[in-house]
C-alpha cells in the first residue's frame, strides 16, 4: 500500500492524508452504530485532485487487482444507513469532499447557484438568501451535512412537498467517474435533452457510481411570509382529508405538513415539557406551513381561510396559527424534538418509510393491529412528512422492557413485519435516507429483481473495477 | 423472418401485425423528412405481449444474430427528430404503443393518475379534469401525442416553467426491458431512495433502453382562474428583467412567459392577420400566464401589479391583459402560430436550444451578428420558452432566395454556427426535441466524451443485443 498512499500525499499534500490517531471523525457513522477501520482518509482540495487520487487507485488496482481497495466517498458524515464510512477490512479509504466548500458562482436571472460537494447545506441556504434567494432543502442535519452527501443520497426533508428532493432541485452535477474521468455537467439549463440523464443516475447513487464534486442548485424567490400553524385532528383519516384541503386552499403556498401522532408528542411532552405541546389530547396533531410571495396579511387569511373549511369539514378539531416568528420555531422545534425525545426515551427500531398518500390510513392501521399482536404493549412513534406519504415509523419497547434487550430480541420480527406490510400497500422501505450498508440485504429482498438486475449491470458498466463504496446500495462482483 | 412474424401474430393477434398496404402512418416522420421500411408494425395490447414481443425478438437475434432485427418502439409518431420511424434496411419492427391506451387509476388523495402508454397527452388532461384536477403537460401536439412518446423523449413544452418536463411529471413506470422483463416500477411514492433511479434513466432515453409501457403522473388542483397578458417589451435583456420580476411578483403563479421576436411575430401578422397580433412595432413581445389558486380578482391583481412594476422599471413599454377566455385564447393561438406561419414563408432550418437564461441576450445578440456576417440578408425567427432558456432559433432563406437551395446549401454551416455558438454559451444543442436519428452526429461531436462514453457503457449494459431503437441517440456495437 505504501506506494499508493505515497501516490496520494504527492496529489493533495501529505497533511491531507491522514492514517495515523484519531479518526473516528471519519470512520465512525452519525448514529454511532459502527466503527471501521480507513487506510487512509485523503482530503483533496480540487476536482482535479480527485481526479488523480482516483486515477492513482485505478493505476493501483490494475496491478493489484486482490488488494481489495476502494473509495469511500463522504460529506459531512450525518447519513443514517451507514453508507459513507469505511468497513472493517482497514482497504478502504475515505474520500473526504470537506474541503471543497466553495460557493463557485450565483447566477441570480437564472436563479442558480453553483456550490462544490463539501459545502455545509446551511451554507448553501445562506449564501443564496444573502442574494436574495431561497434553497429550499431543508433538514435536521443541515448544520453538519453537505450538498454533496444531500445529492449523493437524495436527501429529503420537510419541504419535499413543494420544492421536491434533492433530485428536484439540481439542474447539474460535475462527477468524477470510476475511470478518474471529470464529467464537467454543470449545466445550469432548465431544459437538455441530449442523451441519457446521468445526472438523475448519480444522484442518490450513494458514491457507488461516480463522486460528486459540484452541482448548479435551483434558486427560488424569497417568500414575503411564511406562516406556521398547528391543528388537531381526530384521525390518520382526517389528515388526509386536511392536505387535501391544503392543497386546494394554499395551491404552492403549502410548504409543509407534518403529521405526529399522540404517542410521539407525549414522548416530546414528558422530556422537553417546557417546549408546551399544543393538544396533547389529540389523536393526531399536523404541522402545516404556508409560504406567500405577496404579504403576511395574505399569507394569514389563506391559512385562516383552510383552517376554517377544516373546522367546518370535521377532519380539524382545533386548531392554533402561530402569532410570531418565535412561535412559529417552537412549533417546528416541537416536530424536530421528537426523535430526540425518543432517543431519551431509549433506544428504538427506526424506519424510514413511504406509502401512496391514500394508503397510509389503511397502512398504520394494518401495521398497528399487526405490531402489537406479535408483541404486547409495544409503542409505537409516528411521525413524518405526510404530504410526501413519508412516515418515520418507529417501534418502541414496552413499557418496563429494557430497550437493548428488546431490539437485539425483536428487531428482525419487527423489521419483518413492518417492510412485509409497506410492501403489501405499495411502498418504500427506504423514503429519505437511502440503503448505505444497512439495508442491503433488505433491498436485496424486497426490490424486484428486475431492477436489481438493471442497477447490477448499470454499476458493472460505470465502476468495473467496484472501486467506488463496494458493498454499498448492492452487492456486485468486478466485472474488469 | 418468417418464423419470427408467425410468432409475433401468435402473440398480438394476426390483425395486429401489419406488413402490407400503405404504413406510412408508422414508418414516415411527422415532420415527413424521411420515410423508412418495416419489416412489421406490431401492435401488442397488453404489457404481457409487449413482453412476449421482445422476448420472441430476443430469441430470434440469439438464433440469427447477424439478421439486423429490431425494435422501434412508436406512440404518437409526432415527435421532430426522427426517432419513431424505422430506417430504410426493411428489417425493423415498429412496436406501435397506441392500443394501449387505457386510463388505469386516478388516485385523489395521493394526486395521481396511472395510465398506459398510448394514452392520447390530450386524453390524459382530460381524465384529469374530469376528476377535478391538472394534468400540466401541454404542447402543440397534444391532440396525437401519446404519453409514453413524451416521456421517452421527456417532453417540454409551456408550463415546464411552473411544472418541469415531463420527467418531473412522472413518479413511476411500468418498462418491458431489452430482456424482455416488466419492471412494475408503477410506485405513486414522492419519495422512494432504494437504489439507482431507474425511472430518471428511462425517461429521456428515446425507446433505447426499454419500452415504457405505463406511468404514475402527479396531478395538481384545478387552478380557480387563470390569466394571460401580452407585453411588448424593448430588447432581450428587457424580457430577462420582466422574468425576474415575473418570478417575484407572481411565485409559483407564474406558468407561462413566451418571448417572441418581431420578425417571428411579423410573420404571423402577414400570413393569418385575422389574429390582429399586439404591439407588432416592438423589437419583442412576451406572452405570459398567470395561475391563481384563490380567485380571478386576486389573479388580476397580481398580474395588474406585476405590469405596472415593469412598466415602471421600463422593461415593459405597453400591456394587455386579457378580458375573457376567448381574447386568451387568440393570445396563445398567436404564439402557436409562429412555427405554422414561418411554414407558410417557406422553408427553415430549426433549432431547438437552451442557454441559461442570464445569457439569452448575449447569445442571440453573438449568434445573430455571426449568421448576418456569413450570409447577408438572413433571417431569424427568434421564439420561445424564456423562462426555461428555451429558444427555438430558426433560420429563415434571405428575401428572394429560394428555400429549398438556402437549405441545401447553407444548412450544414447554419447550424456549426448556432451551435458552436450555443456550446460557447454552456448550452444545449436540443433543449426539449431529443437526439433521435437527426441529431446523433451532431451530439457525437458536440457532448462530453466523458458522458457519450458513460451513456454507452449503460446502453451496452441494459441491451446487450442492440436490439430497442439502435442507432438512436448514439451509435454503439451490440455488446452480446
Not at 433506544?347 to 398504520?364: G, M
Request: negative net charge.
Amino acid at each position: 500500500m505504501k506506494p499508493l498512499l505515497d501516490e496520494l500525499m504527492a496529489i493533495v499534500g501529505p497533511p491531507h492524508v491522514l492514517t495515523d490517531g484519531d479518526l473516528s471523525a471519519w470512520t465512525q457513522d452519525w448514529r454511532k452504530r459502527t466503527h471501521g477501520r480507513a487506510l487512509a482518509v485523503v482530503r483533496p482540495a480540487s476536482t482535479a485532485e480527485v481526479s488523480a487520487v482516483v486515477k492513482a487507485c485505478v493505476g493501483y488496482l490494475t496491478l493489484h487487482p486482490h488488494s481489495g481497495i476502494s473509495l469511500v466517498p463522504q460529506g459531512g458524515n450525518t447519513g443514517l444507513v451507514v453508507g459513507s464510512t469505511p468497513d472493517d477490512t482497514g482497504q478502504q479509504i475515505v474520500l473526504s469532499l470537506q474541503r471543497m466548500n466553495a460557493v463557485r458562482h450565483i447566477d441570480a436571472a437564472n436563479l442558480t447557484i453553483t456550490v462544490e460537494a463539501g459545502c455545509i447545506l446551511q451554507a448553501v441556504q445562506d449564501a443564496a438568501r444573502a442574494a436574495g434567494f431561497l434553497f429550499p432543502l431543508s433538514l435536521a442535519a443541515e448544520g453538519s451535512c453537505t450538498i454533496g452527501g444531500n445529492l449523493a443520497a437524495n436527501a429529503g426533508g420537510t419541504q419535499v412537498l413543494r420544492f421536491g428532493n434533492a433530485r428536484e432541485l439540481c439542474l447539474g452535477l460535475e462527477v468524477v467517474t470510476a475511470q478518474g474521468d471529470i464529467w464537467a455537467g454543470l449545466s445550469g439549463l432548465r431544459k437538455d435533452n441530449t442523451g441519457y440523464d446521468l445526472r438523475h443516475l448519480y444522484i442518490g447513487s450513494e458514491g457507488t457510481l461516480g463522486i460528486i464534486t459540484a452541482a448548479t442548485l435551483k434558486l427560488y424567490p424569497l417568500p414575503a411570509a411564511q406562516l406556521t400553524a398547528w391543528a388537531a385532528l381526530p384521525s390518520m383519516d382526517a389528515a388526509v382529508t386536511l392536505l387535501g384541503l391544503a392543497h386546494q386552499h394554499l395551491g404552492a403556498g403549502l410548504t409543509g405538513f407534518e403529521v405526529m401522532g399522540q404517542f410521539a408528542l407525549g414522548l416530546v411532552n414528558r422530556h422537553f415539557g417546557h417546549l408546551r405541546v399544543p393538544f396533547t389530547d389529540s389523536p393526531f396533531c399536523v404541522l402545516l406551513e404556508n409560504s406567500d410571495h405577496e404579504s403576511e396579511t395574505h399569507a394569514r387569511a389563506q391559512l385562516e381561510g383552510l383552517l376554517e373549511a377544516a373546522m367546518d369539514n370535521g377532519c380539524v378539531t382545533d386548531a392554533v396559527v402561530a402569532e410570531s416568528l418565535a412561535q412559529a420555531k417552537t412549533l417546528w422545534q416541537i416536530r424536530e424534538s421528537i426523535p430526540l425525545a425518543q432517543a431519551e426515551e431509549g433506544l428504538n427500531i427506526k424506519h424510514d418509510i413511504s406509502v401512496p398518500v391514500s394508503a397510509i390510513p389503511a397502512f398504520v392501521q394494518a401495521t398497528d393491529t399487526l405490531l402489537q399482536q406479535a408483541i404486547a404493549g409495544v409503542r409505537l412513534v409516528n411521525f413524518g412528512h405526510l404530504g410526501d406519504g413519508n412516515l418515520h415509523y418507529n417501534v418502541q419497547a414496552p413499557l418496563g422492557v429494557d430497550a437493548a434487550v428488546f431490539l437485539r430480541d425483536q428487531e428482525p420480527l419487527v423489521n419483518r413485519l413492518v417492510f412485509d406490510s409497506v410492501m403489501q400497500f405499495g411502498g418504500s422501505i427506504s423514503a429519505e435516507h437511502g440503503i448505505g450498508s444497512l439495508k442491503v440485504d433488505h433491498l436485496a429482498h424486497y426490490k424486484s429483481p428486475v431492477a436489481l438486475q438493471a442497477m447490477r449491470a448499470i454499476k458493472q458498466a460505470l465502476d468495473p473495477h467496484n472501486l467506488l463504496n463496494p458493498g454499498r446500495v448492492l452487492q456486485v462482483q468486478p466485472s474488469a
